[in-house]
């Protein structure tokens, strides 16, 4: 069996060191990565429903049916590049 000398690591190997995280530091991660989460899943939803409205909205302007499709172009991009991990 060979040992390996983290003193004298070869130049192509790397050692690294972490504490281990205990059941309350993951909870709170997790809660942490939840609220962001669903936080983030409210504003992409309310922008896609009302940039939606807007684009239907016979009464909107130019403007604002640009800036909807704009938002909506966006949405779909980074949705597809997400699933795609490009």
Known sequence: ???LD???LPDDLQ???SKKETGGE???RLGKDLAVFSFALIVL???FIWSGW???EPSASADDKHTAQTILIALVSGLLGYL???
């Open 1 to 3: 069996m060979n040992n």
């Open 6 to 8: 983290l003193n004298n």
């Open 15 to 17: 050692a690294t060191l």
């Open 26 to 28: 993951r909870r709170i």
């Open 45 to 47: 939803l309310a922008a």
């Open 54 to 56: 807007i684009m239907v």
């Open 84 to 86: 795609v991990k490009k």
